[in-house]
């Protein structure tokens, strides 16, 4: 077999797997992904090889392996630098849990195995002879480009539920259609996606949003109506869904996981709290939670500061500069920039999220700018760019973090000659957003000076 998309050294290595076990009587084939990926001209990661081989067979024939999952018939093959899972032909039975199979049956016959699997693309392998073995026509769907079931769609999703999302993920990132039969049995089971651990979900869910095709997957989403029916709580309708999928059609241009997390969750009109909770039912990992709380922080503290900003009024521009500038100190200039790049991936004329309210007045999609003009800040070229001004107003910030203060809490204690405590946390803030806005020199001797202003000033 020769192969284009996948690195030659991989492709050796499975090859010399896959001729030891034939050379000891057994059968073995390329299988699934790779196999696909291969008639796509998409670049091959990883090879999985399928054989009649007993996992104690293989075993036995390699040096090196490890019992990945031998009662379902799985085992490493460490060969070459690489790993490869080489599974037993099997079949499966008994899906009480909607997700694992209750009975695993080693079978000799090639197509049996292939039979079991989800979709017909992955239903497709190849031997060392570069001849395919294709008994669902994979290979047809896959120059059609189109998501099929193996056999009966409703049969594959009542055995294993998370191929709903499997579905809808395979056609967001490949961009492929779903055959007719298979949507319909997704709709009709859709129900079962509750039997599923978060954790899973979640997966699938990463790889639509933060794969090349966002957007194609949302819609799906919308339409599925998968979401809402599992584990985790998504207290949106489909309808949310569908204008979050109008407002987000920029999400493919961020850069960024959480960036893309965050726009969804703008458009969705969500909240920073709201945002910190659902993340963590989806089981996030911190850090991206956290970077995602950050930039929505910003928005709700750049909202506000536009919404007291009154009209027309010559001192509002800087003020609002002062606030942004108390934003960035507050939330980090990753987060600030994370929010002036949603700004710009955001529809031009794009309306409210949904929800509505007053509480949801931050969320107006065009209130930046709508307001922004209305306190008198200034005009980029047509239109207003806020982006580039706040990004402008960053740019002459003396310093954005504590750390580049020219002083420190011990300096302030031995300068005051105080006891360190809550009060050192408070002073170097304020010494900081004057540093920051101008007010001050960034300089040691000039710092102190004026925290000595602002304790004897508290104290009288």
Same mark, same amino acid.
């Given at each position: 077999?020769?192969?284009? !998309?996948?690195?030659?050294?991989?492709?050796?290595?499975?090859?010399?797997?896959?001729?030891?076990?034939?050379?000891?009587? $057994?059968?073995?084939?390329?299988?699934?992904?790779c196999?696909?990926?291969?008639?796509?001209?998409?670049?091959?990661?990883?090879?999985?090889?399928?054989?009649?081989?007993?996992?104690?067979?293989?075993?036995?024939?390699?040096? @090196?392996?490890?019992?990945?999952?031998?009662?379902?018939?799985?085992?490493?093959?460490?060969e070459?630098? $690489?790993?490869?899972?080489?599974?037993?032909?099997?079949t499966?039975?008994?899906?009480?849990?909607?997700?694992?199979?209750?009975?695993?049956?080693?079978?000799?016959?090639?197509?049996?195995?292939?039979?079991?699997?989800?979709?017909?693309?992955?239903?497709?392998?190849?031997?060392?002879?570069?001849?395919l073995?294709?008994?669902?026509?994979?290979?047809?769907?896959?120059?059609?480009?189109?998501?099929?079931?193996?056999?009966?769609?409703?049969?594959?999703f009542?055995?294993d539920?998370?191929?709903?999302?499997?579905?809808?993920?395979?056609?967001?990132?490949?961009?492929?259609?779903?055959?007719?039969?298979?949507?319909?049995? *997704?709709?009709?089971?859709?129900?079962?996606?509750?039997?599923?651990?978060?954790?899973?979900?979640?997966?699938?869910?990463?790889?639509?949003?933060?794969?090349?095709?966002?957007?194609?997957?949302?819609?799906?989403?919308?339409?599925?109506?998968?979401?809402?029916?599992?584990?985790?709580?998504?207290?949106?309708?489909?309808?949310?869904?569908?204008?979050?999928?109008?407002?987000?059609?920029?999400i493919?241009?961020?850069?960024?996981?959480?960036?893309?997390?965050?726009?969804?969750? $703008?458009?969705?009109?969500?909240?920073?709290?709201?945002?910190?909770?659902?993340?963590?039912?989806?089981?996030?990992?911190?850090?991206?939670?956290?970077?995602?709380?950050?930039?929505?922080?910003?928005?709700?503290?750049?909202?506000?500061?536009?919404?007291?900003?009154?009209?027309?009024?010559?001192?509002?521009?800087?003020?609002? @500069?002062?606030?942004?500038?108390?934003?960035? *100190?507050?939330?980090?200039?990753?987060?600030?920039?994370?929010?002036?790049?949603?700004?710009?991936?955001?529809?031009a004329?794009?309306?409210?999220?949904?929800?509505?309210?007053?509480? $949801?007045?931050?969320? *107006?999609?065009?209130?930046?700018?709508?307001?922004?003009?209305?306190?008198?800040l200034?005009?980029?070229?047509?239109?207003?760019?806020?982006?580039?001004?706040? @990004?402008?107003? !960053?740019?002459? !910030?003396?310093?954005?973090?504590?750390?580049?203060?020219?002083?420190?809490?011990?300096? *302030?204690?031995?300068?005051?000659?105080?006891?360190?405590?809550?009060?050192?946390?408070?002073?170097?803030?304020?010494?900081?957003?004057?540093?920051?806005?101008?007010?001050?020199?960034?300089?040691?001797?000039?710092?102190?000076?004026?925290?000595?202003? !602002?304790?004897?000033?508290?104290?009288?």
């Amino acid at each position: 077999m020769e192969w284009k !998309m996948a690195p030659a050294g991989m492709a050796e290595a499975a090859e010399n797997v896959i001729d030891k076990l034939m050379e000891n009587g $057994h059968e073995a084939f390329w299988v699934g992904g790779c196999v696909r990926d291969e008639l796509m001209g998409r670049p091959v990661h990883d090879m999985d090889i399928t054989t009649s081989a007993l996992p104690q067979e293989v075993v036995a024939l390699f040096p @090196r392996t490890v019992p990945t999952g031998l009662q379902h018939g799985t085992v490493t093959v460490l060969e070459g630098g $690489h790993a490869y899972e080489v599974t037993t032909y099997r079949t499966e039975s008994g899906y009480a849990d909607h997700r694992r199979p209750e009975q695993v049956v080693f079978v000799r016959d090639v197509k049996e195995d292939l039979r079991r699997r989800d979709f017909t693309m992955n239903a497709i392998c190849c031997g060392a002879d570069g001849v395919l073995t294709d008994p669902f026509g994979g290979a047809e769907d896959v120059s059609r480009r189109t998501v099929r079931c193996v056999g009966d769609a409703e049969e594959r999703f009542a055995e294993d539920a998370l191929r709903m999302l499997r579905c809808v993920r395979f056609a967001s990132v490949l961009d492929f259609s779903v055959a007719k039969n298979t949507w319909r049995g *997704l709709l009709r089971q859709r129900d079962k996606l509750a039997h599923i651990a978060v954790e899973r979900l979640r997966a699938e869910l990463e790889r639509i949003v933060e794969g090349p095709h966002p957007l194609r997957g949302l819609g799906m989403l919308a339409r599925s109506g998968l979401l809402p029916r599992g584990k985790a709580p998504f207290p949106w309708t489909d309808a949310d869904l569908a204008v979050a999928a109008a407002l987000t059609a920029g999400i493919g241009e961020l850069e960024g996981a959480h960036l893309r997390w965050a726009l969804l969750l $703008h458009a969705l009109g969500v909240s920073a709290t709201e945002a910190d909770s659902l993340l963590r039912a989806w089981t996030f990992p911190g850090t991206t939670r956290t970077a995602v709380v950050r930039v929505l922080r910003v928005r709700e503290a750049w909202t506000s500061a536009l919404e007291a900003a009154p009209a027309g009024d010559p001192g509002a521009v800087e003020a609002l @500069r002062r606030q942004w500038i108390a934003a960035v *100190l507050a939330h980090g200039s990753a987060a600030a920039e994370g929010w002036l790049a949603l700004l710009e991936a955001l529809p031009a004329a794009a309306g409210s999220a949904p929800g509505g309210g007053a509480d $949801h007045a931050a969320f *107006l999609v065009a209130a930046p700018a709508d307001a922004a003009t209305a306190a008198g800040l200034p005009r980029t070229g047509e239109g207003q760019d806020f982006p580039a001004i706040a @990004r402008q107003w !960053m740019a002459q !910030m003396p310093v954005q973090a504590l750390a580049g203060l020219a002083v420190t809490g011990n300096d *302030l204690a031995a300068a005051l000659e105080q006891r360190p405590g809550p009060w050192v946390g408070r002073l170097l803030q304020d010494l900081l957003q004057g540093a920051a806005t101008g007010d001050l020199r960034n300089q040691p001797e000039e710092l102190l000076l004026e925290a000595k202003r !602002m304790v004897g000033h508290e104290q009288h």
